[in-house]
Each structure stands twice: as structure tokens, then as C-alpha cells.
């Protein structure tokens, strides 16, 4: 059975001086057997969420927002894979805000994809389509594109073994307020799925967990939990908030029950 899993981008929001209470508070609001949490940060941030929830039970997971696609040397204002160890075990890479702001292409996420699994990160590839893609009948040949691109050269095994999620987030679906419908992003994972199959993965495929992620609540988690292609949630603005992460992640508990992982 598949991780149910609910991440948190906390995006370019918190400080170190605030970061640990918010992540201790969702911390302590959101402990559910079977699912697996992670905060994701802003960089300067990860050493106080870490230190803040090192004790939590079950644990809670930190990562970063993205990741260098070198090593080391001269990038000013980067940070590589290794330099995350001790501060970070998951990485989100392909963002669709990296993607717009960073210029990130697929072939660069890949690159990036390489050195989190090398430095041992677990990472979420992002992929999503835009309004007009949606809208022009392209979203399942975008995203296939998108893991096309990104995927390129790996090895499927050894990325299944590092655990890769993709999370599934439609552009305009990010911090709009409008949702995709439940069984649009479940046909998307499954479309997810099955490009992956056709890429060298085979039967691993069907083990990839799929997120959804845009303008996830607690009041519209349901509508994508109840899809078994789906399992959980890659969540942004309401990540900032309790009580909304404790109603996400209350409502992914149930699913964990039901597929009896907790
Ligand atoms: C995200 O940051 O990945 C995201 C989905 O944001 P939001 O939940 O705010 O739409």
C-alpha cells in the first residue's frame, strides 16, 4: 500500500524566530498514525523546524523547497544537496514557482532530481499543466512531457528506491483559490502512472504515491482523498495555518486507516 502523505510549502513565508512555534503547534495538532507529514521551510528556517519537531511522535519530516543541480562551486546564493544533510531528509523539485521565477526547465529538474537522490534526500517532482493547457485538452500530454523531461536518464529502480512522489499541481490551481475537481486530479495521477510505466518502470509504477496539490483545504481535502489514485496532499497557503493542517491531516488519517497503513 501506497504512503499517504501530506506536505507542507511554506513557501518564502516564516523566520527563524517564528518557523519553530508554528511547526511545533502543527506538530502537535496533526499526529495521525499512517500518515506521513513533512514542512518544507524557506532554507533559513530548516535548522529551527528541524531542532522544533525532532522529538515529535510518529515523526515529522522537514524539507527543503528545491535544490542546486551542482555540488559546489562558484553560485552565489545556491544551496547543494549535501549541504542539506543534517537539516533536510525531503526536497520539492519542479515547483511551478521555481519553474516561473527560477526559469527551471524539466531538463534541469532532472539534473536537480540526481543530486537529492544521491545526497539521500526523498524528493516531490512537481508537475502541472497551465489554464490554457487545461483548457486546449493538453494536460495529460503536458505533464508527460514534464515527467518525460525531468525523468530522462534515471534510473527507474533507483528512483523508486529513493521513494520519489510526484505531486500533481495544476498551475491555476496554485494559491487561487480554485481547486481542481477530485476526479480530474485522480484521472491525472493515473495518467502519472501509467507514463510511468511506459517509461521503465513497469509495475513500480502503480507504487508511486501521487499528491494532489492547489488550494488544498480542510474543507475541500475530502474531495481528493476520497480517490484512491490519490494519496495526499502537497499544501501551500493553508500549510501556515493549525487548524487547517489539522483538518488535512485528520481527514488523510482516515485514509490511512482504510487502506490499513496506520
Ligand atoms: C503549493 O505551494 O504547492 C500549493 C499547492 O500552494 P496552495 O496550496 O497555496 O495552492
Known amino acids: ?24 503547534t502543527i506538530a502537535a495538532r496533526t499526529r495521525e498514525a499512517g500518515v506521513i507529514r513533512v514542512i518544507c521551510p524557506p532554507f533559513v528556517c530548516l535548522a529551527a523546524v528541524r531542532e522544533a519537531v525532532a522529538d515529535d511522535d510518529p515523526p515529522v519530516a522537514v524539507g527543503a523547497q528545491t535544490v ?10 545556491e544551496t547543494s544537496a549535501p549541504m542539506l544533510a543534517g537539516l533536510a531528509s525531503w526536497v520539492i523539485l519542479g515547483h511551478s514557482e ?67 512522489v510526484i505531486a500533481y499541481e495544476p498551475v491555476w490551481a496554485i494559491g487561487t483559490g480554485r481547486n481542481a475537481r477530485g ?23 502503480a507504487d508511486v504515491p501521487v499528491l494532489y496539490g492547489g488550494s488544498v483545504t480542510s474543507a475541500n481535502i475530502d474531495e481528493f482523498l476520497a ?5 495526499g496532499a502537497l499544501v501551500g497557503g493553508a500549510s501556515l495555518k493549525p487548524d487547517e493542517m489539522a483538518g488535512i491531516v485528520s481527514r488523510a488519517g482516515l485514509t490511512a486507516r482504510a487502506r490499513g497503513t496506520a
Not at 542546486?68 to 546564493?77: P, Q
Not at 476526479?183 to 509504477?205: K, N, V
Open 98 to 164: 521555481r519553474r516561473r521565477d527560477a526559469y527551471e526547465t524539466d531538463e534541469l529538474i532532472g539534473r536537480k532530481l540526481a543530486r537529492a537522490v544521491d545526497a539521500g534526500l526523498r524528493p516531490i517532482l512537481c508537475v502541472g499543466e497551465q489554464l490554457d493547457e487545461r483548457e486546449a485538452g493538453r494536460a495529460t500530454g503536458v505533464v508527460d512531457e514534464q515527467l518525460a523531461g525531468a525523468l530522462e536518464g534515471h534510473d527507474p529502480g533507483a528512483l523508486a528506491a529513493a521513494g520519489l
Open 183 to 205: 476526479p480530474d486530479a485522480a484521472a491525472m495521477a493515473d495518467a502519472i502512472r501509467a507514463s510511468l510505466e511506459r517509461r521503465g518502470w513497469a509495475s513500480r509504477a
Open 227 to 231: 480517490e484512491p489514485a490519490i494519496d
Open 68 to 77: 542546486h543541480h551542482e555540488l559546489a562551486g562558484a553560485h552565489t546564493g
Open 1 to 24: 500500500m501506497r504512503d499517504v502523505i501530506v506536505a507542507a510549502n511554506w513557501k518564502m513565508h516564516t523566520t527563524p524566530a517564528d518557523a519553530a512555534e508554528l511547526a511545533r
